[in-house]
């Protein structure tokens, strides 16, 4: 595939003059915009021939790698045969696809809500904990409990759970929304070991229920491993503690996983690694891994027979295209190969070795930390002075000259400042990891140049 210069300059044009880019200024892509046209395993091609390995798996999704023909296959002839069934019925793929997903969740008999996407997964979760809480003698349980920096999507309640730093100021944030001290390996929040500190973040989640009165709470909602939050790896007890806490008061615990589930932490859902079975699990991004825009939440038993019964019971919550036929297809294909493939395996074994490579980083003067090991999840991050982990000021601007470094050595990322975020296609294999973690040596080695730090 090949554009003549006339051809990428009026592209470049168009977009700079049309197109509204996600979480940008729209002055920041004009005339530059990254344009890729092709994607093969973990390699994209941009429009100009240049092929780069893709370190973050488009936005933290492409677990089962680009350029699947299978799976466009399998989204072409789901419409062929019929692209979305008449209202309140459902298509072959959505069936069988909530089917699959049950079976490989800690409970066969859950069911599946789907909707478009993580945010709609996370209001879906939330709104089903609220009713679930009220059908189950709690008729004021509105307030959920969540974590400050964490990330649960763009939508107004999601933004609320959030933390709310990676948000624009909106006005007052949705009633109850109420966050506690989140866990960070790198700067522990409070004094002790780090089973300890884990325990007492857990803890903090008590406190809030038995101030506010556990009658008030419907819901205790955190992701497994914050990537938000620089892919933040909480000890076994952490997830197993926020389990007893949910169970002695009665509250339903939500994993999101939007980022997590289908393989990400080397078992297909996260809380696995510890033993620990959420009531309600929201993914998204890898149940496709991007060839169809997807999301659900993943209802246990306990939680969707409390939906059984007349209207009082209904759960009236509607998406138009929540589980649209062609994604289920994408997403049944996908898991397929993940099956095939054993990506879930290949995250676990290569998530290791990963995380062995990104050590050997830890040589340069600013690279504080390392953090992954647990499937191919990792983080990288910077910092002005390893003894006190005194982060660069903006003034360094980082995130705006690192990432052009790493694109200079042939990896494109959109995560890379004082963090740099890795979760590559759950396919890769280890060459490609060498690849990589040997593109990140140069272009820290460079930036630490450019820095004054080496
Ligand atoms: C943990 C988590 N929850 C929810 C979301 C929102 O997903 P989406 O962007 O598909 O709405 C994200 C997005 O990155 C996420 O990381």
Known sequence: MTFSGQEIEKLQLQAGEHLFMHASQVNDWKGNLNIFVKGKGVWVEDIHGNKFLDSMGGLWYKAAGYGRKRIAEAVYNQMLDIESPPSMSASISQIELSSKIASLYHDNKARVFFVSGGAEAV???????????????????????????SYHGGTAMAVSLGGALTADPMG????GAIHVTNWNSYRLPFDGSPVDVAIKCANEFEEVIKHQGSDSIAAIIAEPVSAAYGIQIPPAEYWQRLREIADKYNIVLIADEVITGFGR?????????WDVKPDITTVAKALTSGYAPLGAAIVTKKISDAFVGGDKETFKHLITFGGHPIACAAGIENLKIFEEEDLVGNSKKLGFYLYEKLND??????????????????????????????????????????????????IVTFRAGDIISICPPLSINKEEIDFLVSGLDESIKEISKILNHN
């Open 123 to 149: 209001e879906t979760a939330i709104k089903m904990a609220k009713k679930f809480s009220i059908l189950n003698g709690k008729p004021n349980a509105y307030k959920v409990i969540s974590r400050r920096y």
């Open 172 to 175: 007052p944030l949705m009633p």
């Open 265 to 273: 932490l080397g078992e297909y859902f996260g809380p696995m690694n």
């Open 361 to 410: 980083l830890k040589k340069h003067k600013i690279v504080g930390d390392v953090r992954g090991g647990l499937g191919l999840l990792a983080a990288v991050e910077l910092v002005q002075d390893k003894k006190n982990k005194k982060v660069f000021s903006s003034d360094f601007n980082i995130s705006k000259i690192l990432p052009d470094l790493i694109y200079k050595n042939k």
